[in-house]
Nanobody
Framework: QVQLVESGGGLVQPGGSLRLSCAAS????????MGWYRQAPGKQRESVAT???????YYTDSVKGRFTISRDNAKNTVYLQMNSLKPEDTAVYYC???????WGQGTQVTVSS
C-alpha cells in the first residue's frame, strides 16, 4: 500500500528541462522497482523509464539520451530528469512500483512554444 505523489510538471519550451519527483509513503520503498509512465490524450499509457531496486535502468527508445531516472531510497523518492524536451513528450506523467500498486494523480508536462 504505497501512496505515490508526483510533482514537478509544468509548461516548458521545446529544448527545456524539468525534473519530476515521486514521493512514496505507506510501505517499504527500497525493495520495489519503480517506474515512470506517461499518457497523452488519445494514446495508451506507456512506460518511460524504470529503475530496479538494484539500480539497473530501462528507457523507452524515444527518451534515451534525454531522460534519466534515479532514486533515493533514504528519501523514498524517485526522480525523472527530463532534458531536451520535445512537444511529443507532452503527457500526464505517473510513477508506480513493480508489481503495480494504485496509480496516483500524476503530474502534467506540457512542452510548447
Amino acid at each position: 500500500q504505497v501512496q505515490l505523489v508526483e510533482s514537478g510538471g509544468g509548461l516548458v519550451q521545446p529544448g527545456g528541462s524539468l525534473r519530476l519527483s515521486c514521493a512514496a509513503s505507506g510501505s517499504i520503498f527500497s525493495i520495489y522497482a519503480m517506474g515512470w509512465y506517461r499518457q497523452a490524450p488519445g494514446k495508451q499509457r506507456e512506460s518511460v523509464a524504470t529503475i530496479a531496486s538494484g539500480g539497473s535502468t530501462y528507457y523507452t527508445d524515444s527518451v534515451k539520451g534525454r531522460f534519466t531516472i534515479s532514486r533515493d531510497n533514504a528519501k523514498n523518492t524517485v526522480y525523472l530528469q527530463m532534458n531536451s524536451l520535445k512537444p511529443e513528450d507532452t503527457a500526464v506523467y505517473y510513477c508506480n512500483r513493480f508489481p503495480f500498486g494504485d496509480w496516483g494523480q500524476g503530474t502534467q508536462v506540457t512542452v510548447s512554444s
